[in-house]
């Protein structure tokens, strides 16, 4: 068809149905396919990520997925390097690859690159993450908003990993996150076709109650007091995760709990939606309408420069 090769990226909220859209992808182009998604990469966290089942993932050859420990240092910088790299070797016997995940940082550092940030000292991080253990993520907010006020101003101030990381670069050269953020996109070896789900906003709220409910019949509250010993870790300042870690603290009941986790999820996929409805690049559909999604990357192909 051409001589270019293609990443089809899917992207959209969590529990909006992107793995089984990029499964059908993948089946359609004979291809594989890369998650995006920052909570799948870890082997200890299973059932409150939402990972391809063992029978999805009999369907299409998923990477990234299980592909570390929580108590491996993974950050978006090795996810860069670790994908282009996997991307070479898939882009040698396909002329597309499919890329699925709700971590829009993650997605941007595939397709457009990440700025090259300073090697940090372990010490800092267990420092940053102690200091959200003890005193929460208001004294996180506090020390950002004072070291680098610019970041601080754009940053979503309600994700921990996101403040652990400019202040752990704070911290270790001296100067502000912001500072080392060019935001020129990298050249890459391949072309991006942009794919975005999006359902009613009624509808998607449903589906992630649901979800949420499913998990917990899977055994959620197990596998976080499985983890308890590994709280502190930075994969684990996640949402489903942290408000269990507070019910076993005995700080809020079970049901409550529940709740917490579905409203905290319906919040993290707007704020989701926010980040991937800025790039006009991205084209919309439906998570079931498989067919016109083909028809338009098939297109985009076809006539690149339309």
Not at 5 to 29: D, E, N
Request: aromatic share 8%; net charge negative.
């Amino acid at each position: 068809m051409t001589s270019h090769k293609y990443l089809i990226c899917v992207v959209g909220p969590t529990a909006i149905g992107k793995t089984a859209a990029a499964i059908a992808l993948a089946r359609h182009y004979h291809t594989e396919i890369i998650s995006a998604d920052s909570r799948q990469f870890y082997r200890e966290m299973s059932i409150g990520t939402a990972k391809p089942t063992d029978d999805e993932q009999a369907q299409a050859v998923h990477h990234f997925v299980n592909s570390h420990s929580v108590n491996e240092l993974f950050n978006v910088g090795d996810f860069e390097a670790q994908g282009l790299s996997k991307l070479e070797e898939i882009f040698s016997d396909h002329g597309i690859a499919i890329m699925a995940g709700g971590s829009g940082l993650y997605v941007n550092a595939i397709t457009k690159g990440f700025d090259d940030l300073p090697k940090i000292d372990v010490a800092v991080r267990e420092e940053l993450n102690a200091l959200f253990t003890q005193q929460g993520i208001s004294a996180l907010q506090q020390e950002l908003s004072i070291a680098d006020p610019g970041y601080y101003a754009q940053v979503d101030v309600n994700n921990p990993q996101r403040l652990i990381r400019a202040l752990e670069v704070y911290r270790s050269t001296g100067k502000p996150f912001s500072s080392y953020r060019t935001g020129n996109s990298k050249p890459r070896p391949f072309k991006t076709i942009m794919i975005g789900l999006e359902l009613p906003r009624e509808h998607l709220y449903e589906r992630i109650n649901h979800r949420v409910d499913l998990m917990m019949q899977a055994g959620l509250l197990e596998e976080v007091r499985w983890l308890l010993p590994d709280r502190h870790l930075n994969a684990l300042n996640t949402v489903g995760y942290t408000e269990l870690f507070d019910h076993l603290d005995g700080h809020t009941d079970l049901t409550t709990t529940v709740e917490l986790i579905k409203q905290n999820t319906r919040r993290f996929a707007k704020r989701q939606l926010t980040w991937f409805k800025r790039d006009r690049d991205t084209k919309w559909f439906a998570p079931t309408d498989v067919p016109a999604i083909i028809q338009y990357i098939d297109n985009a192909i076809r006539h690149p420069n339309a």
